[in-house]
């Protein structure tokens, strides 16, 4: 995964994780749940991975798909977030994800922007 | 990561095969893999070998960091991965080194119908099982539970559900644990595991799990046999499911709290998904008094499931499932961590034994084991794909080696994503229906993802672990219709 800042990093991460996840089934606009969260971490790379369990935590006992990031606030360990969420049911689930894992990861600046390679156990 | 195609192996015998020391600086104990050559081109395709070398770098590790023959590349752990830490030698226990499906595990029931008996009631079977059995991403079940029945749940495990209805005593006994692990304790579980596991309870789940009926078509051991009460061209039935969103939760919690614990206890490993803290400590008291609340849990979600597939068979074949001979032949976890008493070069020690992707194969008189088994030695369940064969084995002696422990299935090949690359769902479908197996999967994907053609060959897998002696071969079962989740 691809971004220009820490902040596209995460957005896109975790967008990538619900794209994979599932695909929506009902066309038109749906009503959509806002949750908020916050984080804490030793560094940025725990900080993207407890940020990713966290959402796949979120999803399955409010039964959302999230699929906006707003990241308000981020630093090396700490990250505020408002995040946008559909009902479950109105999506065709292809992949449980259990859990984004340290396994490989890789988050780091690449050139102009960043880049993240993160582990799911599935 | 060093070059492991290159990586030298130390063939100690026709089976095993050690990674030294030397492999790489920090290793506290040598690498050892249950294999054979003809396995082992495929095991250095993956980074499995670069995982059993990164798990002797546990504190407190004894003998070696073991794989079994199924072994392939897992997340802290590979998968087929065992390795015991001596808890009084600071020796520590990994939330790594159980996986996140805690106690996942698989059933086997036997019946006492045979196939020619059955085999136009195979599809009604299939789809009833389909129907009636909650699978899938999420799913939820009927079986719903308030928070304090919840936290029976966690303490009391299989007795939980058999107590409310959900089978007999007798299926107790012949669950590892007695299907409930002591000290677990609900305090230590948090309130979103809870949430997610309350209504999870009796559901199969989705990947790899699944419920089979099966036909023995070969027997290795008669003698064995006779006792189990198993013959040719007998149905038997296997329930494989675990621990579903408690399970994932609890060990997500705990990966996060140990990665502290590095620090704090000055630890290092090469992964931080080994993150781990001493037995003796309180984070290590916590995760495992938490696991065994998820391991329990597990216990009562199989339990459930057998209730429910015991349900089906009669209503489909109009007969209670005690007339069918539906009785339980044995259930084993194969992701979990257990304190055991083990002998260590003569001496008698407290180990924290992690077997993830692996099974517990206690010998004939062994104090754990239940009365019926004590001369059998434990039955071992094993499932290997949809389209090939799984095996029933007995836990033996020699298995003392490996801490008591043989492999848990076939083992994976080819990733989900490269499944779904080159495997086409209707041929699939065909080809196992040529071969007279009956398929429901919940999609499309789950199908693909969990072809046969993913997984090793079981029978080879199951060879090595015979012919190492660390379990032994009773009978072999052939599938002829699956549900997945």
């Known amino acids: 995964m691809k971004a220009g800042d820490l902040k596209g990093i995460f957005k896109n991460t975790a967008w990538a994780i619900f794209d994979i996840m599932a695909a929506k089934q009902k066309k038109g606009r749906l009503p959509k749940k806002t949750i908020k969260i916050k984080q804490q971490a030793a560094n940025k790379e725990e900080l993207l991975i407890f940020w990713l369990n966290e959402l796949l935590s979120l999803s399955a006992v409010k039964g959302l798909v999230f699929r906006k990031f707003s990241i308000n606030n981020i630093g090396a360990g700490y990250l505020e977030a408002v995040v946008e969420g559909e009902d479950i049911n109105s999506y065709k689930v292809n992949t449980e994800i259990k859990a984004a894992t340290f396994n490989g990861l890789l988050l780091r600046k690449s050139g102009l922007g960043w880049l993240a390679e993160v582990t799911f156990d599935v | ?485």
Request: proline residues 4%; aromatic residues 8%.
């Open chain 2, 1 to 485: 990561m060093s070059d492991l195609t290159q990586l030298k192996l130390e063939k100690i015998d026709e089976y095993r095969f050690r990674i030294p020391r030397s492999y790489k600086p920090g290793m506290r104990v040598p690498g050892i893999i249950y294999t054979d050559e003809k396995l082992l081109k495929d095991i250095r395709q993956d980074k499995a070998l670069e995982q059993v070398a990164n798990v002797a770098f546990l504190p407190g590790i004894v003998s070696a960091s073991l794989a079994m023959p199924d072994i392939h590349w897992g997340y802290g752990f590979c998968i087929g991965g065992v390795a015991a830490t001596d808890i009084e030698e600071g020796g520590v226990i990994s939330p790594g080194g159980v996986g996140y499906d805690i106690n996942c595990g698989v059933r086997l029931l036997k019946t006492e119908l045979q196939y020619e008996q059955i085999k136009d009631k195979i599809k009604d079977l299939v789809y009833a099982l389909f129907s009636d059995v909650p699978s899938g991403v999420g799913s939820k079940g009927d079986i719903r539970v308030s928070a304090k029945e919840e936290r029976q749940i966690l303490l009391k495990g299989a007795q939980w559900a058999v107590e409310k209805g959900f089978g007999i005593q007798e299926d107790l006994e012949c669950t590892e644990e007695y299907g409930a692990i002591e000290g677990a304790d609900p305090k230590v579980v948090s309130d979103r595991a809870y949430e997610r596991g309350k209504a999870q309870s009796g559901t199969l789940g989705s990947g790899n799990h699944f419920i089979e009926i099966q036909v023995i078509d070969q027997l290795y051991d008669s003698r064995l046999c006779d006792t189990f009460g198993l013959e040719l061209g007998q149905i038997t039935v296997m329930i494989h499911s675990g621990s579903r969103g408690l399970g994932y939760q609890i060990c997500d919690e705990y990966v996060r709290s140990m990665v502290r614990c590095l620090e704090k206890y000055k630890i290092n490993v090469p992964d931080r998904q080994l993150a781990c803290a001493p037995v003796n400590s309180p984070e290590g008291e916590e995760y495992l008094a938490a696991m065994k609340c998820a391991a329990n849990y597990a216990w009562a979600n199989r339990q459930c499931l057998m209730h429910l597939t015991r349900k089906v068979f009669e209503r489909v074949l109009s007969e209670p499932w005690e007339k069918l001979g539906m009785y339980l032949v044995y259930d084993v976890a194969h992701n979990i961590a257990k304190i055991e008493k083990h002998i260590v070069e003569g001496k008698e020690k407290k180990l924290c034994v992690h077997r993830k992707g692996a099974t517990r194969a206690i010998p004939p008189n062994h104090p754990e084991l239940p009365e019926r088994y004590k001369k059998t030695g434990q039955p071992v369940i094993i499932p290997g794909d949809m389209g090939r064969n799984s095996y029933l084995l007995v836990g033996t002696e020699k298995s003392a080696e490996t801490f008591f422990s043989t492999c848990h299935g076939a083992g994976r090949l080819k990733s989900r994503t490269a499944a779904i690359r080159s495997i086409d769902a209707n041929a699939l479908l065909k080809d196992l229906e040529s071969k007279g197996i009956i398929v429901k999967a919940s999609g499309r994907d789950t199908l693909v993802e969990e072809a046969p053609q993913v997984y090793k060959d079981v029978n080879d897998v199951v060879d090595v672990v015979h012919n190492a002696g660390i379990s032994k071969r009773v009978c072999r079962m052939r599938p002829i219709g699956v549900i997945k989740g």
